[in-house]
Structures are given as structure tokens and as C-alpha cells.
């Protein structure tokens, strides 16, 4: 039992509140008489395509507006009740919305509310805006036409189109999906690459359906597009329809004639109205090469496992009678792909299964005490250098099948591991960097999160290209510099291309807790690398080279926290850019320690594993760690009566718990330049890119200790103008003294989404501070080094640190006070929302925080409110 175990935050009590107003968009619109300049053409266009005697082909216009075609509306500024204006119409389908931002022009622009430029317009500030897809029937374009002459008439609104109203006032673009958006441009750069490597061949393309909420109109789709398929010479290899997440798509092999007329957006399946995208097969490889110089063997362990797995590993196939991995696993492969995998190629299973179980091998930790359920995704390509995901699959069907099998059955039988709750994907497609849209994959992540209760902890990713430096040294300045100038170098040169070296699918997800790889490890050759091999953040700490930046989808936090990846070391290498440098192969100098396979059919070798694949693999296991800990009886046992539903909530909150900037994110504040008004935001945003919340101390998040009390609890909440008022006790010794202390609050939960709303998370969970958490009474206010406050709340994780350390009273009874409340952005959120919730309170060394606290516990406070 420890000394200092967790503690239970008292139950909250529930009141009601009332809503709020918004405001406007404070953007210039054109009037009728120019929207009907602009847009008269096009709606003449619709009504000739409607015309039974000269109807427009496609061949004449392929732009054209046409029955059974999605629709792009593109507007400036919001139209309130949009959405359901189009329900008003029938026969138009909604197919979902996304935020945009246009240059401002003639026709919109921002209004100036500066001083002095009252009501002028604002040049060089973008026009928010947003695009609406719907896909309408010829009904439903005879009643566009007459709702835009009754508009330019000057006529009312009829009741209940008065969106229909302002989009016609905020238009900027009404066109059709064209080729352009099907085959974009850097499928046509994949598909010129392919055709230039294999002139003659076919190539496998993943191709993306409208997904219609009308199964009729799925099917129709489907039909249309074997069709369109056949008359192109190709060949459908597999199709996948998950109308959950509003997934339609194809694998097909399609001729190299067919590939040359799709980049010129003349091909038949570029022109096909039921195609959304033509994208490259996803992409999940890792090499299955082991360097000679990798280190050492393993005895066996004896250590007894017990209970059913908690853990699950979606990966390659694993040495499963490795010394350190025997006895350990639950193997699941319906898809038989042990057949398929040689054993002496299985190294990225192995090593992620070895460090799930035993962490870091050379920390010599303790095993977990729980079987880890795998289920195999990856086989050895056929010359054994690669591992990857099958070809003849779509990667996304494979995931959606494995988590339903794994929770809740399929065919073949009941759920195989119910009592999972946390799964490692230490994947990421490598042909879909992100680039602003969700991912499919992400998009199914987040729908499976909260239909069953699941915590994915995702990689980031890793970047393998060059990284260029910047120095004023010469072309080999990098390795002369000392190492703080070459640490400042180092983040300079990451800072300045987290842009583009971006997260991989599916580390957007909103649900998923996605782990960037910290430059860290306790590797004993570190210190004895050869000269050409260089620390890039120069014996300090902070991200490593490889790992992927973020942030995620609609600029939420990600990754949202580091795990060590290694202590990469890079050599200095010229580019095209000029000086660049290159990681180096991880082996005596640098890595975390992990179970891999043999050539000779040994089961006991060990080597080094780096990136965020690892960084996530430690991830998992200290999620399982910290679970283990709250279900003890003799450490609290806090999640013994709360049941599964609550496992994955308080987990994710505990997880993120003690993670904090620290210098690292002082020395990137620094480099970010001076702060000036209005640019906190985009400073700190650029820190987050790269360090999310930071590195967090798991030893501190598993316990407590005298200085410091961490009290965690759990609920749900609805999004129905209730909130959930917490009070927590503060120690009294931190009274009228002046003395630092901290606040950290952390919470977590598991959205459902709408993956047809542009807002697509549908419940927004919030954090309200009372008088005591924001300042105004001196005992702690919010601390400058994290996060921005509009930053943290955009997920599905709100993670917030307060600082002080001046004498004051309490306020509050005494009691530290916030409230959790719930809305609904993405719009109807019919079920109660789970959630987890972590606090802690520490001071400085001598303060008794923890036996005060506790002792407050005990102490019934006085509570407002209606319970």
C-alpha cells in the first residue's frame, strides 16, 4: 500500500443554469442586386439542367449543378439554422460542413472596429466563412431555383427559410464537386510518380463513396460506381460500409491508361457524382531490419499473470514465445496472419508488446500482471525488409471489425476480450499526413471511443526527412557549435517546420490520446557516441527530431503528451535546403531496450526501439499502471464501485495529470520572439504543436506524497443547463502564509460525434474556476506557462495549472471551488456524458498538504445549491 494513496473528490452537487447569447460576425456582405450579378449565371445553369427539352450534359459543363450531385456552398461569415433549412427542403441531403477562410475581396471583408478605422475594411484579415455539402434530387432543385428568384424578387423569407435567406446574402461560391475535388493534387502527384515507376502496370487506389444517411442511396451509389469501375477496365479488391462514420469506399486495381486521364480529371471515375475522393492505399510499413550492433538476451520471467486483459496491442504478430513476452499474450488473429508472418521478420509486434509489458528494459521494471490481448494487423512483405498492413484490405474495415469482435462479437462468436478498455495503435498512415479535414481512420477512432468505452492511445507519427537547420556557421556548423547554441538551433529548426512535418492519420482523433516521443532514454552508451554523432537539442530536453507535430483536428491540443522515444542522435548532412540533419540508426548508443526477434530462432534477444511508436507503448503501459492502482483496494480501490464505463474517462485524466511546461517550453517561448498584443494564442499554440502538455511524471500520478494530495473523481453529466459543483478541502497551513503552491485540474471524457456537423464533437465539456482558482483572491491564478485558455478547451481533455504564493484568506468555506458543465455544438446530445476528473494541491516541501486535505475529507462542508 502506498504512503500517500489517491483520494476520492467529494460528489458534486448539480444546479442549474441558464444559456448564452452569441454574437454576430461583423463581416461586409454584397446585397441582392450583386448576388444576383454573381450568381445569376450558375442558377441559370441549374435551370437549363432541369429543362426535359435541353437538358445540359455533363460534357458541356462539368461544373454544372445537376439532380443527384453534391453541392458546394461555400459562404461568408455563419447562417444560424442552416442545417435545418435544408431539412425543409425535400429531397436535399445534408452531407456535412467545414470551416473556412477566404482573402478578403469587392465583395467581404472583415469591418474594422479599431480605433480611428471605425466601420473601414480589414485588407489583410482573412473572411472566416463555412462550406456546406448537400446532394439534392430534381425536386429539391426546382425548389432551390424558386426560393433564389423569390430572394432576388425582394421578396420575405417564406417561414422557416430564413437561412436560406442569408446564404444567398453571404454566397461566395455555389458550384458542384467537380474532378478537382475528387482526384486532388497530391493524389495526382502519388499517381504521375507510380506511372513513372510502372508505366504499363495497374494500380491499387483507395476510393472514397458519399456516404448517403439513406441505405437506397448507398446502395444506388454502389451500384453506380461498379458501373462507372467496369467501363474504366478496373477491379474491385474490397469494399467497406461503416454509415457510422459516414465511410464509403472501394480498394480497386485500375488500368495505367485509366491512372494518365484521372490526373488530367478526364477519367470516368474522376467524373463519377458518387465518388468523394481517389486517394493512395493507406500506408502502414516499419522495417524489419536489426542492426548487428543491437544489444543482449533475456532470461524468462516467472513472474504469475492474473485477471483478464485490460490492454490491447493492434500491431504485427509478436514472438509470442519470446523469453520476455511468453505466457504474456492473448492472441487473436481471425485473418490468420501467423501463417503469413515469418518469425525472425516480427520485430515491431515484439518490440511494442515487450515494452507495454516491461517499459524500458534497461529501468528493470516490474512486468505487468496482466495477459496483453493482441490481435495481429501487420505481415512481412515478400523480400522480409518491411512489415505492413495486408494490401488486398482496406485498413479502415480491419480496425472496425477487430474492435467490434474484441467488445462486442461477431460472427464467429461472442465479444473475445470484453474487459479491454485501452488499445495501443502504434500506427500511422504514411500517405495522409494531416492537413486540416478528419481522417476517416480518426473519425472511426472517435465513433468506436464512445460507443464502447475505449481509450486508443495513438503515435503521433514520425518524420523521417531531413530536418534543415538554419546556422550562420559554416555548412558543417551544427556539429561545431556548442551544445546550448546547438539546442537552440534544434528548436529553432523544429519550431520552424512543425507546419509540414505534421501528424499521421490517425492521430487527429479527438477521442484518442495521441503521444509525441521525447528525447529521452536510459541507454548507457550515450555518452560514449563517436563525434559524428550529435545531440540536436545539445544534452537537454525536449521533442525529438522525428516526432510528429501537431496540433489536430480544429486546432485541438495534439499530441497531447511526450513519452520518452529515445535519445535520437543525428548527423549533419547537406540538402537542397542547405545544412539538414539526418537521424541516426538507434543500436549502442541510444534507445529504449525491447524483446525482438532472432535470425537464428533464439527467443531472448533484446534491442533498442525509438520513436513515438515506443513513446506509446510506455503510454499504454503506464495507463495500465495507473488503472491498477485505482482499482486497489488497499491503495483507495477509487474505481472498484465506479464500473467500466468509467475506466477509460479517469485513466485519460489521470494520465495527463502531471504533465507541465517546463524549461524546454521556456526556451521555445523564447525563440517564438516577443510577445505582443494578440499574439499569446499563436505562441503558445506553436509550443503545443510540438510538446502538447508536456512530459508527465507517471510515478507522481500513481501516488501521493506529504506535500502534495491528488483527489479524483468521476460522474456524468448531460448537456441539459445543468453543472456540477465541486469543493474540494484547501490545507489550512497555506492560509495568511506566503508560500508557492499549485493547482492542477485535469478533465477527461469520451465524446460521441457527428461526423456531419462542421462543429463534430457533440459534447463540450468546461471547467469553471470559482474566486479562489482565478486570481481575484491572490491564492492561485492561472500560470502563464501552458497552454493558451482558448487552446485547452477544443478536445475532449481540458488540462489547467494555477499558480501562487501570496498570503491570503480563504474564501469558499475553505473549500478550493470549480464547476463542470456540458453543451451540445454539433447538435443533439441525447445521452449522459462520462467523465473523469483529476485535482491536485501541493506546496512546497514541510507543508503537510496531504494530512490536511485528508482530514478535510472527513469534514462535511457547507454546499449551495439545488441537489
Known amino acids: 500500500m502506498a504512503d500517500y494513496p489517491l483520494l476520492p473528490l467529494p460528489a458534486p452537487v448539480r444546479r442549474e443554469v441558464s444559456g448564452k447569447r452569441r454574437g454576430g460576425d461583423g463581416i461586409r456582405l454584397p446585397g441582392r442586386e450583386r448576388q444576383g450579378e454573381r450568381f445569376g449565371p450558375v442558377f441559370d445553369r441549374l435551370r437549363r439542367a432541369l429543362d426535359p427539352d435541353d437538358p445540359l450534359t455533363f460534357g458541356e459543363d462539368p461544373a454544372g449543378i445537376a439532380p443527384e450531385r453534391a453541392l458546394v456552398f461555400e459562404i461568408a461569415g455563419s447562417a444560424t439554422g442552416f442545417r435545418e433549412a435544408i431539412a ?51 425536386q429539391a432543385l426546382e425548389q432551390l431555383l424558386s426560393l433564389w428568384e423569390r430572394y432576388r424578387a425582394g421578396e420575405r423569407a417564406p417561414a422557416g427559410f430564413s437561412p436560406w435567406w442569408r446564404v444567398f446574402g453571404q454566397l461566395r461560391v455555389l458550384r458542384a464537386w467537380g474532378p478537382e475535388d475528387r482526384v486532388p493534387d497530391d493524389t495526382i502527384e502519388y499517381l504521375q510518380q507510380r506511372l513513372k515507376d510502372s508505366p504499363d502496370s495497374e494500380h491499387r487506389v483507395e476510393v472514397e463513396l458519399w456516404s448517403s444517411a ?25 469494399s467497406a460500409s461503416i454509415p457510422d462514420v459516414a465511410y464509403e469506399a472501394a480498394l480497386v486495381d485500375v488500368p495505367a491508361e485509366a491512372l494518365r486521364r484521372m490526373t488530367e480529371h478526364q477519367d470516368v471515375i474522376a467524373a463519377c457524382d458518387d465518388v468523394m475522393f481517389v486517394r493512395p492505399q493507406s500506408s502502414v510499413r516499419f522495417s524489419t531490419v536489426v542492426e548487428e550492433s543491437e544489444v543482449g538476451s533475456a ?21 509470442q514465445r519470446h523469453a520476455l513476452l511468453d505466457g504474456r499474450l492473448l492472441i487473436d488473429d481471425p485473418d490468420r496472419l501467423d501463417e503469413l508472418s515469418v518469425v525472425a521478420k516480427r520485430r515491431h509486434g515484439t518490440a511494442m508488446a515487450s515494452l507495454i509489458l516491461h517499459g524500458d528494459r534497461h529501468l528493470a521494471e516490474e512486468p505487468l500482471d496482466r495477459r496483453v490481448y493482441v490481435r495481429p494487423l501487420l505481415v512481412p512483405t515478400l523480400n522480409g525488409k518491411w512489415e505492413e498492413f495486408p494490401r488486398d484490405r482496406l485498413l479502415i474495415d480491419t480496425i472496425y471489425r477487430a474492435v467490434r469482435r474484441m467488445k462486442q462479437g461477431d460472427e464467429e462468436g461472442d465479444a473475445t476480450a470484453p474487459s479491454v478498455f485501452l488499445v495501443n495503435l502504434s500506427l500511422g498512415d504514411a500517405r495522409r499526413p494531416f492537413t486540416g479535414p478528419i481522417s476517416a481512420w480518426a473519425r472511426l477512432l472517435d ?16 518524420v523521417g526527412a531531413p530536418l534543415p537547420v538554419s546556422t550562420t556557421e559554416s555548412l558543417f556548423g551544427f556539429e561545431d557549435v556548442a551544445p546550448p ?22 492521430a487527429e482523433a479527438v477521442n484518442a490520446l495521441t503521444i509525441g516521443a521525447w528525447h529521452e532514454d536510459a541507454h548507457p552508451g550515450f555518452q560514449a557516441a563517436p563525434g559524428t554523432l550529435l545531440d540536436p537539442l545539445g544534452d537537454g530536453s525536449g521533442p525529438n527530431v522525428t516526432s510528429a507535430a501537431g496540433l ?18 543525428v548527423r549533419e548532412i547537406s540538402s537542397e535546403d542547405g545544412p539538414a540533419v539526418q537521424v541516426a540508426q538507434p543500436g549502442r548508443f541510444f534507445g529504449l531496450r525491447a524483446a525482438l526477434p532472432s535470425d537464428d530462432g533464439g527467443l531472448s534477444r533484446e534491442g533498442p526501439s525509438t520513436g513515438t511508436s515506443a513513446a506509446t507503448a510506455l503510454a ?19 474505481l472498484l464501485e465506479a464500473g467500466p464505463a468509467y475506466y477509460g474517462p479517469v485513466v485519460k485524466a489521470l494520465l495527463v495529470h502531471r504533465a507541465r511546461w517546463r524549461a524546454e517550453a521556456a526556451d521555445l517561448m523564447e525563440i517564438q520572439g516577443p510577445a505582443r498584443q494578440g499574439r499569446d494564442v499563436e505562441r503558445k499554440d506553436a509550443i503545443a504543436r510540438l510538446i502538447g502538455y508536456g512530459r508527465p511524471d507517471i510515478e507522481e500520478a500513481l501516488t501521493c506524497a506529504s506535500n502534495r494530495a491528488t483527489l479524483i473523481g468521476y460522474g456524468e453529466i448531460s448537456a441539459d443547463q445543468v453543472v456540477a459543483e465541486y469543493r474540494a478541502p484547501l490545507p489550512r497551513s497555506l492560509e495568511r502564509v506566503v508560500e508557492p503552491r499549485v493547482v492542477t485540474l485535469t478533465l477527461a471524457w469520451l465524446s460521441p460525434v457527428n461526423v456531419r456537423h462542421r462543429m463534430y464533437r457533440c459534447a463540450k465539456l468546461d471547467l469553471v474556476p470559482g474566486s479562489n482558482l482565478n486570481g481575484s483572491d491572490g491564492f492561485v491564478e492561472r500560470a502563464k506557462l501552458q497552454p493558451s485558455h482558448h487552446s ?63 482530514q478535510g475529507l472527513t469534514v462535511p462542508a457547507r454546499v449551495g445549491g439545488t441537489p
Open 214 to 238: 439513406a441505405r437506397e442511396r448507398r446502395e444506388h451509389a454502389r451500384r453506380r460506381f461498379r458501373e462507372v469501375l467496369g467501363e474504366a477496365g478496373g477491379k474491385l479488391i474490397h
Open 792 to 854: 485547452v478547451r477544443r478536445g475532449s481533455l481540458l488540462h489547467l495549472r494555477y499558480e501562487g504564493r501570496k498570503a491570503t484568506s480563504f474564501v469558499d468555506d475553505g473549500h478550493l471551488h470549480f464547476t463542470v458543465s456540458c453543451s451540445a455544438p454539433a447538435g443533439e446530445l441525447n445521452d449522459a456524458v462520462r467523465y473523469g476528473l483529476a485535482v491536485t494541491i501541493e506546496a512546497g516541501e514541510g507543508i503537510r498538504v496531504y494530512d490536511e486535505v485528508r
Open 620 to 638: 499504454t503501459r503506464a495507463a495500465c499502471r495507473l488503472f491498477e492502482a485505482l482499482m486497489d483496494e488497499e491503495n483507495g480501490g477509487l
Open 447 to 462: 465513433y468506436l471511443s464512445a460507443e464502447y468505452g475505449v481509450l486508443f492511445l495513438v503515435s503521433a507519427g514520425n
Open 88 to 138: 425543409n427542403v425535400d429531397g436535399l441531403e445534408f452531407l456535412g460542413d467545414e470551416d473556412t477562410e477566404s482573402p478578403a475581396d469587392e465583395d467581404f471583408a472583415v469591418v474594422d472596429t479599431r480605433k480611428g478605422r471605425e466601420g473601414s475594411d480589414r485588407e489583410d484579415k482573412p473572411v472566416g466563412g463555412r462550406l456546406y455539402l448537400a446532394m439534392p434530387d430534381v
Open 485 to 506: 547554441q546547438r539546442r537552440e538551433l534544434g528548436l529553432r529548426a523544429l519550431s520552424r517546420a512543425s507546419t509540414w512535418r505534421t501528424l499521421l492519420s490517425p
Open 299 to 319: 532470461a524468462a520471467f516467472a513472474s504469475e499473470v492474473a485477471g483478464p486483459p485490460v490492454v490491447a496491442l493492434f500491431d504485427g504478430m509478436p514472438v
Open 552 to 569: 489536430g483536428y480544429r486546432k485541438v491540443i495534439k499530441p497531447e503528451i511526450m513519452m520518452p522515444g529515445g535519445r535520437e542522435l
